[in-house]
């Protein structure tokens, strides 16, 4: 599987960096303790929002959803990250009610839904077949801004400039 390294901007990497990493979560009642310990809003029925990614161990990493990714991978490289939404039905059942790759700091392609579904069944947490929300995400070659492309738009939101077809945050395609 493709390992991401950090592409955002230098200095909120270096904000984050000797901070806590993300919570691990190995089982259904891990969401439950870190939606108490961390005081999110938890209601039957309702989804509890994190930022997550999967570090390079295959382990899903969440933490509130105002964090950064690099944060929440303690500076890391990682198989996937974006944002998460659990539902809590009861105690004992937590599913996964929606799930994307959106984070512009790491800029994942929709295939690292591979190592999520891998560390979601693994955990044995009910989720989609697929991220619920795909981003597709793009270096522009002129002004070096990330974009995530919408409706097939293939311009850079800063400078105009046509952005490739091909994910290209790296050389190693």
């Not at 909120?12 to 809003?41: N, Y």
């Not at 509130?64 to 929440?72: I, L």
């Not at 996964?96 to 693994?122: F, H, K, M």
């Not at 795909?134 to 939101?157: A, L, P, Q």
Request: hydrophobic letters at 35%.
């Amino acid at each position: 599987m493709r390992s991401y390294a950090y592409v955002g901007p230098p200095d909120i990497r270096l904000r984050s960096l000797g901070k806590p990493a993300g919570r691990e979560i190995r089982s259904a009642a891990d969401v439950l303790t870190w939606a108490r310990d961390t005081g999110q809003d938890i209601r039957r029925g309702f989804p509890v929002a994190a930022t997550y990614v999967i570090d390079e161990e295959s382990r899903l990493l969440i933490a509130d959803r105002h964090s950064e990714h690099v944060a929440c991978a303690a500076g890391r490289n990682v198989l996937a990250a974006g944002e998460v939404f659990f539902v809590v039905e009861s105690p004992s059942s937590v599913h996964i009610d929606e799930i994307s790759n959106q984070s512009t700091g790491y800029c994942p392609r929709s295939d690292c839904w591979e190592a999520v579904a891998l560390a979601l069944d693994r955990i044995g947490l009910s989720h989609p077949r697929d991220f619920t929300t795909i981003c597709t995400f793009r270096k522009c070659g002129s002004c070096g801004e990330r974009n995530i492309v919408k409706d097939g738009w293939f311009y850079c939101d800063v400078c105009g400039e046509a952005l490739p077809e091909k994910w290209n945050f790296t050389d190693l395609e």
